[in-house]
């Protein structure tokens, strides 16, 4: 069958030839309808993040998946039904508390394995298998745009956790800022733009610019860090209540302590490389503190935050996930899927459709 994949010997994602899955006890046959690509895949791609299956000299990319059951294998699924897989496995042959407790995104790194991201692969192929417990039904009508489940699975966790720690008293707030642009950022921005009176995303563009576009039209203002770096959004804008970073840019991380309000939280998503840079580390210790400040690292999402986000999928318009996806490539032409320009927010590899 057709994957897409990267190999030990090559540099950009090419297409395999590689033997159709055969589904194990307890997991169902998918046929794949289209994947998505995000910053994470070019971080894979690059060699800055993730790692090939142990032994094998290639990866099947891919880890933002809708597909259809093909062979429920007395699963309890049924034939036909559209599905989105979760993306943590357990290493091969062992499991760990963090599976047993239905936590697996919670695992620390060497206690998981992430499809198509780290150690194995991923879902960028015309067939997949899977446990079915870690496949998440979606109604027939989102199977188009269903590659957004898990993306937006993302944000509901990052969500749940930030608003979490403020749980202990009335957390009254009113700004949220999202600092990126890619395709994570412009459908929080939308999230956030449901439940803030105010919304900002912080980019590094020129008009006219496809993303400008989209963060206007959801309503949100438009802030170049260029001119206004993150941490004088206070002076320029105002202090956001929320923020959520999605640049993988390290100073935001900095930054971000300093552009929050008194009893703000800050959401953490990127994914640097190593990087030095020098910090006012007692300015900082001081603002967190004397602030009730808060900053949360988050990473990957479980069942619950999918089925949030199936949820969410069917509330947002049409308009704005059509403006997300541009490019739908095919496996046999794959490579402009993962060109890289300010015209492309997401790809789309499409294997096949209802
Ligand atoms: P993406 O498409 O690469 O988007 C990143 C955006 O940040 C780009 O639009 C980029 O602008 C912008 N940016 C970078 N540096 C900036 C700066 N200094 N000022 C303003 N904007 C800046 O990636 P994505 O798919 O949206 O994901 C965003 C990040 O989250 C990535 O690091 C990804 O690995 C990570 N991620 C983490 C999780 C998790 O579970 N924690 C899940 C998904 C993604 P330009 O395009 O103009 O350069
Ligand atoms: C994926 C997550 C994954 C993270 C770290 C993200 O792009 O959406 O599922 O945990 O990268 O590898
Ligand atoms: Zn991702």
């Not at 791609?45 to 032994?55: K, L, T």
């Not at 290639?58 to 034939?79: C, F, S």
């Not at 290493?91 to 198509?116: C, I, K, L, Q, S």
């Not at 610019?209 to 993150?230: A, L, M, N, Q």
Request: aromatic share 8%; proline share 7%.
């Amino acid at each position: 069958m057709k994957a897409v994949g990267v190999t030990r010997d090559g540099d950009e994602p090419e297409l395999l030839d590689i033997e159709r899955p055969e589904p194990d006890s307890g997991e169902a046959l998918v046929r794949t309808l289209r994947v998505g690509v995000d910053g994470t895949d070019h971080e894979v791609i690059a060699g800055a993040h993730g790692g090939y299956p142990e032994g094998e000299d290639y990866m099947v990319l891919g880890h933002e998946a809708v597909g259809v059951v093909e062979d429920p294998n007395g699963t309890g699924l049924d034939e036909g039904q559209v599905v989105v897989p979760t993306v943590r496995r357990k290493p091969d042959g062992e499991t760990n508390e963090y599976f047993r407790r239905g936590e697996p995104d919670m695992a620390p790194e060497g206690e998981y394995v992430e499809r198509g991201i780290v150690g194995g692969h991923g879902y960028m192929a015309e067939y997949f298998t899977s446990p079915a417990d870690f496949l998440v039904p979606i109604p027939d009508s989102l199977a188009e745009y269903g590659l957004f489940v898990e993306p937006i699975s993302i944000t509901e966790k990052a969500n749940e956790h930030a608003f979490g720690t403020r749980e202990p008293f009335e957390w009254r707030p009113e700004s949220a800022c999202v600092l990126g642009n890619g395709s994570l950022g412009l459908l929080t921005l939308w999230m956030l733009d449901q439940e803030f009176d105010r919304t900002y995303c912080v980019g590094r563009r020129d008009r006219p610019d496809p993303t400008i576009d989209i963060i206007e039209e959801i309503g949100g203002t438009y802030v170049d860090s260029r001119e206004t770096p993150v941490d004088e959004l206070p002076e320029a804008e105002e202090s956001m209540d929320y923020i959520y970073e999605a640049t993988g840019f390290a100073p935001h991380c900095l930054q971000t302590v300093h552009a929050l309000a008194p009893n703000g939280v800050g959401a953490l998503l990127g994914i640097p490389e190593p990087w030095d840079f020098e910090i006012d580390g007692g300015s900082l210790h001081n603002e967190l503190v004397l602030h009730n400040k808060c900053l949360v690292g988050t990473v990957n999402s479980h069942i619950v935050h999918f089925e949030y986000a199936v949820d969410t999928l069917a509330s947002m318009p049409e308009w704005l996930l059509d403006e997300v996806i541009t490019t739908v490539a095919t496996p046999d032409d794959v490579a402009p899927a993962f060109e890289d320009g300010d015209d492309q927010i997401k790809a789309v590899v499409e294997f096949d459709s209802l």
